[in-house]
């Protein structure tokens, strides 16, 4: 069978269809045609309907799937049917199971277990031995089980000669570490951004300090050792800068956002809404803005969902004693659109396959299909009735959205949202 996009407009700023309206037809899982009023016979599975776009699939560094240890937050099943639906092809996990992702039986059954689903998985294996910080774990061994990066997920490395080890040794596969900056002293006992906001609610503050102390020692680590590192999730105007000021150093350094980073401040949490607590803490709009800044001027090299289900149990608490953690998935597209230009978001979306050793997706004759279709001008609010994700803790709900997805092509097949 065929399928083929009627009239879709293609959005691949890399690509040399960016931003033609054209048919693009699929068979046997690759790209056999792209041009306009392409036949459509009885074999053909035509999707077709007003503002259709179409770009390289999309990929999200940091999704938390639970599976095995915390089903009750979410599956992998359920999980990879709500990426597909959110327009992600490809996501890479965090190792927060249990047992922790920190050996190649464990990267082996998140493997296994996604066999067969839309969207496909990269896990990330654990940094040290049951994310304690303590001893490196089995690198080597869970990059050959499929391993994709190294980090532990939410987890400051207080360690630097380990840090400083870990650097050195995965460059002898070429391994990449990720680092989560956030100097756990510093931050003590706080839930917020330290701020007018915190000091007005009674909230304890975590100061911005707190990343930018250990963004700045783990680029100075990078300097030192060389090799390649990945910062998730920054949050604050001068992380921004410091990744800047490396990489016009030279340094192997990336780094990603998260989309409600770039969609809200520390003023939402009038509401004591649980929801919104997330590590590191929602900052102020000067870093809200800068982070948008660096996502224009590609010092910021990718955007993630940073989705991670948390169960009633834990996010229905006071302020102070929930989980940190939101969902992000079914949002991030719509939520984006209201914040970012598109030809940034789907570059943000799809930078990430390189960033992490993956081959280029291309909308080309020829190429493998894997292609994410959306359209621009709906307008609507993420409500309750629009998570797919078995937990319901979600920072964004009652958001204006622009934007829907309407499907993936991706592991041969067309799979609507």
């Given at each position: 069978m065929t399928t083929l996009f009627k009239s879709a407009k293609i959005i691949d700023p890399q690509g040399k269809y960016h931003g033609q309206v054209v048919d693009v037809a699929i068979t046997d899982g690759r790209i056999s045609a792209i041009g306009n009023a392409l036949p459509v016979d009885e074999n053909t599975q035509c999707i077709e309907q007003n503002d259709l776009h179409l770009s390289p699939g999309w990929w999200d560094s940091s999704v938390v799937l639970c599976e095995p240890g915390y089903e009750d937050a979410e599956t992998i099943a359920n999980g990879l049917q709500t990426a597909a639906a959110s327009g992600f092809t490809e996501v890479m996990v965090q190792p927060n199971?249990?047992?922790?992702?920190d050996n190649q039986a464990v990267i082996q059954l998140i493997r296994q277990?996604?066999?067969?689903?839309?969207?496909?998985?990269?896990?990330?294996?654990a940094l040290t031995l049951g994310s304690e910080g303590t001893a490196l774990a089995e690198l080597y061994d869970m990059q050959q089980a499929g391993a994709i990066a190294f980090g532990d997920y939410k987890k400051n490395m207080s360690n630097a000669n380990l840090m400083k080890i870990a650097l050195q040794y995965v460059q002898d596969f070429n391994g990449l570490v990720m680092a989560f900056c956030q100097e756990d002293k510093i931050k003590g006992n706080g839930v917020v951004n330290e701020g007018i906001t915190s000091t007005r609610l009674g909230l304890k503050g975590i100061p911005n300090?707190?990343?930018?102390?250990?963004?700045?020692?783990?680029?100075?680590?990078l300097e030192y050792t060389g090799g390649r590192m990945h910062i998730p999730t920054i949050s604050t105007a001068k992380s921004v800068e410091l990744i800047r000021e490396a990489k016009a150093k030279g340094l192997q350094v990336s780094c990603s956002v998260a989309v409600h980073h770039l969609v809200l401040n520390d003023t939402v949490l009038e509401t004591f809404d649980s929801n919104l607590k997330v590590s590191p803490p929602l900052r102020s709009e000067t870093d809200r803005l800068a982070l948008i800044a660096g996502i224009l001027d590609n010092t910021i090299?990718?955007?993630?969902s940073d989705h991670h289900p948390v169960d009633i149990e834990h996010k229905k608490l006071e302020f102070d004693l929930a989980q940190n953690g939101t969902i992000?998935?079914?949002?991030?597209?719509?939520?984006?659109?209201?914040?970012?230009?598109?030809?940034?978001i789907i570059q943000k979306l799809t930078a990430g396959r390189l960033l992490f050793g993956q081959p280029k997706v291309s909308i080309e004759?020829?190429?493998?299909?894997?292609?994410?279709?959306?359209?621009?001008q709906d307008e609507w609010t993420f409500e309750r009735a629009n998570i797919r994700s078995k937990s319901k803790n979600a920072a964004l709900l009652g958001q204006k959205m622009k934007g829907k997805v309407i499907g993936i092509f991706h592991n041969q097949r067309y799979t609507t949202a």
């Open positions: 199971t249990f047992p922790v992702a277990k996604a066999v067969g689903q839309p969207t496909s998985v990269y896990p990330i294996g300090l707190a990343e930018e102390l250990m963004v700045a020692r783990n680029l100075y680590l090299d990718c955007i993630t992000g998935l079914e949002s991030a597209f719509g939520a984006l659109l209201t914040v970012l230009p598109l030809d940034s004759v020829g190429a493998p299909a894997n292609l994410t279709a959306f359209s621009t």
